[in-house]
């Protein structure tokens, strides 16, 4: 049975929450107390690549997933906490980038004047993510995917873009027939120091 492309990723998120939750950590250890000592993280979104990234949390030792949820519980949270809210795209941490941004931003390369970056999928989104399919419910493939890529230049040029310009298409993945999210895109972000 195909996913209701009307369902938004923030209901998608509500309903399956709790069935994830129970899933995914157990009842037991979704309502265990956890010691002081213990890194205590809540995740957003379990989908693709979220999904990846939970499983990898879980052999980290000393971590502790203890919430599943929607952004907007996430900020009501985080407003009346004493801990710490961290909000961020997982490339700038990733080991496989520091050595790179480390020299970077240590200068040994000197003042960066460009960056050049590519995305590709080997394949099209899987058909059973509808939601991936629509731009009101996923933000297009810019919004979904190369806001990593974003992520990365951002931190290596120290701010956000000025400027951008752009264009795009829709010329290999053609299906479902009514999608709106593009394929293929080319863009220029400008920055402040003029890169």
Same mark, same amino acid.
């Given at each position: 049975m195909d996913?209701?492309?009307n369902v938004s990723r923030r209901q998608f998120m509500g309903r399956g929450t709790l069935a994830a939750s129970v899933l995914l950590l157990g009842r037991a250890a979704a309502s265990a107390a956890v010691h002081p000592d213990q890194i205590r993280c809540g995740m957003n979104g379990i989908g693709g690549r979220g999904y990846q990234?939970?499983?990898a949390i879980h052999k980290v030792p000393g971590v502790q997933v203890t919430a599943l949820c929607? +952004?907007?519980a996430i900020l009501?949270?985080?407003a009346t906490s004493e801990g710490i809210f961290q909000v961020g795209t997982q490339l700038r941490y990733a080991s496989r980038w520091q050595p790179a941004i480390e020299t970077v931003l240590g200068g040994q390369l000197g003042q960066p004047i460009m960056i050049r970056a590519y995305r590709h999928h080997v394949g099209d989104y899987p058909c059973d993510r509808r939601w991936l399919f629509y731009r009101r419910y996923s933000?297009? *493939? +810019?919004?979904?995917?190369?806001?990593?890529?974003?992520d990365?230049?951002?931190?290596?040029?120290?701010g956000i873009p000025v400027r951008a310009s752009g264009f795009g298409g829709l010329g290999l993945w053609l299906e479902p027939d009514d999608r709106? *999210?593009?394929d293929h895109y080319t863009l220029s972000l400008d920055y402040s120091d003029g890169v």
């Open positions: 996913a209701d492309p990234v939970l499983k929607d +952004i907007d009501e949270v985080a933000g297009d *493939t +810019i919004l979904e995917q190369a806001v990593h890529e974003f990365l230049f951002n931190r290596v040029l120290g709106d *999210t593009l």
